[in-house]
């Protein structure tokens, strides 16, 4: 008689973080624009299938990667479903300014299918938004995408749902959105327009994040850094977010990074300043890289060094 035997279930990769203390900060990718796609959910694992991509869909893909590599600047896109099924394709653009990012949302009569077309337009070839409908962004607070997509790792199903639902019964702007990477960060959400990316966020902490309601020192190790700045720049960039508090989030701020040396630029309410620190590997973990896979990485962990701030008076107005 033969017994078979389960093999034992994985630990979530979200939890294997949490008990290693993993930093998440310096893990936001590096955007200068995001398109938000509405797709119903779907439509997320079509847009995943490379192998079945029409040819159109796969140009789009080649140019934008060629756009990368000619210019150095990254892109993001998101995948939310949208509040009414099966609604025309619509899109959310986020493009990189001062103090973040500024909103443009654009309607069409498209089916969700031509959603490389959505890409074309925001991405590549700006010009063609003309013919699309520009519709009403809010002009204030914050807009949560929440990763839910469990199909791709068990942990932003377990932990991306309770998020977003405390978010939508709080009244708050929120997105069930498709994977962005960072499932271990799990629940993980990229804020809009200021550009930061969260990590393990439970559903009581994300409303009070989204509300502004704690000071940016009580959830620094749940930052996974500000989207507009390379990894390294994001680790001094929090230090700034700490000792200014959101304010922070307006402030316009670009870095140069020179090896382990970050020099990060800033201006705030007519003030400008310069930021220098040094950011040096600390000791790396070792943790999986998804809920379903046994396998362990090199996680990258980051030490700052003092950081000391040179700030230029404002000018001063004249009679």
Not at 13 to 40: F, K, N, R
Not at 102 to 120: K, N
Not at 180 to 204: I, K, Y
Request: glycine letters at 10%; one cysteine or more.
């Amino acid at each position: 008689m033969t017994v078979q035997t389960r093999a034992p279930r994985l630990q979530l990769c979200a939890d294997a973080s949490l008990a290693a203390g993993e930093d998440p900060i310096g893990t936001a990718p590096h955007w200068q624009e995001v398109t938000v796609l509405e797709l119903d959910v779907p439509v997320w694992a079509r847009l995943r299938d490379v192998a079945n991509w029409t040819p159109e869909q796969s140009g789009v893909f080649e140019r934008l990667r060629g756009r990368v590599e000619a210019s150095g600047a990254g892109f993001g896109l998101l995948m939310s479903a949208p509040a009414r099924a099966g609604a025309p394709l619509r899109v959310r653009h986020y493009v990189r300014q001062h103090g973040g990012f500024v909103r443009r949302d654009y309607a069409s009569d498209l089916p969700q299918t031509e959603w490389a077309r959505g890409l074309t337009d925001t991405l590549l070839e700006p010009q063609n938004l003309r013919g699309w409908r520009p519709a009403e962004a809010p002009s204030s607070g914050p807009d949560l995408h929440v990763c839910t997509h469990g199909t791709v790792d068990a942990a932003c199903g377990r932990y991306g749902v309770p998020v977003y639902a405390a978010l939508q019964a709080a009244g708050l702007r929120s997105w069930r959105t498709g994977h962005f990477g960072g499932h271990r960060f799990a629940a993980t959400a990229v804020d809009l327009p200021g550009g930061l990316l969260w990590a393990h966020l439970s559903p009581e902490l994300a409303v009070r994040v989204a509300r502004r309601e704690v000071h940016p020192a009580e959830v620094a190790a749940n930052l996974r850094g500000f989207a507009g700045l390379p990894p390294l720049a994001q680790v001094v960039d929090r230090e700034l977010l700490i000792r200014s508090g959101w304010d922070w989030l307006r402030a316009g701020r670009w870095a140069e990074v020179s090896g382990e040396t970050v020099t990060l630029h800033f201006e705030l309410d007519g003030v400008r300043g310069t930021a220098h620190a040094e950011v040096t590997p600390a000791p790396s973990l070792q943790l999986p890289g998804s809920s379903h896979k046994p396998a362990l990485g090199d996680v990258k962990q980051w030490r700052m060094g003092e950081v000391s701030v040179e700030v230029s008076a404002p000018a001063q107005a004249t009679a």
